[in-house]
């Protein structure tokens, strides 16, 4: 049973334009929610993350939003620029073990 | 500092046989997980080590198992290999486990023919 879910495989921005990566969860137990973005042949790196006990964090050009009793996050990049093309994971931690979405792929266009 | 280190990188082998993956973490971390990841399923936890002992387990078969040395590097094996085992394995080290950040390496790409 998938717990954390991206329910877009892809997603096109023009560059210079607001990406919105959305996710969902359904167990209200998560303490933290994160962000990794993929480049093809290497490893997820961490993007942002954000306790379950706030709402919203802001890194840079990256923002997470966390509305808990909607069991949704989201993800904005502002602006979006073609090296932010990738594939972007969400991901939700349970104590030590992680769970992650199946992945959406952005294609920033210049 | 270095960053996690898996090798080999890709690995070609045929149903029936057994594999042997190897994980380096970042110096000082005394945490690794192990993910799988296929097309359509994202990364779906196998296992996690600290300080030697699997402190957590996955929804995988018996196939599946790990091992966690003292110098905090990890092997994960699978046996008897199935097709639908062809996929990218990655790892991930953290200092303890319970910090939000894992630090991923490149995967090691299993072909199963």
């Known amino acids: 049973d998938q717990q954390v879910k991206q329910n877009s495989p892809s997603l096109s921005v023009q560059e210079g334009r607001i990406s919105i990566l959305n996710c969902d969860y359904t167990?209200?137990?998560?303490?933290?929610f994160l962000w990794y973005k993929k480049y093809p042949a290497e490893g997820p790196t961490f993007l942002i993350s954000?306790?379950?006990?706030?709402d919203k964090n802001e890194d840079g050009r990256f923002t997470v939003f966390l509305n808990k009793s909607a069991k949704h996050l989201s993800l904005h990049i502002v602006p979006s620029q073609p090296g932010d093309s990738a594939v972007y994971f969400c991901?939700?931690?349970?104590?030590?073990?992680?769970?992650f979405g199946t992945g959406t792929s952005l294609t920033v266009i210049p | 500092k270095a960053g996690v280190t898996q090798t080999p990188r890709y690995l070609i082998k045929t149903r029936g046989q057994q594999v042997t993956l190897s994980c380096s973490p970042i110096s000082g971390h005394r945490s690794v997980s192990w993910y799988q990841q296929t097309p359509g399923q994202g990364l779906q936890f196998l296992f996690e080590y600290f300080s030697e002992t699997q402190r957590n387990k996955g929804n995988f078969p018996g196939r599946f198992s790990g091992r966690q040395f003292s110098n905090s590097r990890s092997e994960m094996n699978v046996s008897t290999l199935e097709l639908g085992d062809s996929a990218l394995y990655l790892c991930?080290?953290?200092?303890?486990?319970?910090?939000?950040?894992?630090?991923f390496g490149p995967g090691t790409r299993l072909l199963v023919l």
């Open positions: 167990n209200s137990m998560f303490d933290y």
């Open positions: 991930a080290s953290s200092l303890t486990g319970t910090q939000v950040t894992q630090y």
């Open positions: 991901a939700a931690s349970l104590g030590n073990q992680f769970y």
């Open positions: 954000i306790s379950s006990i706030k």
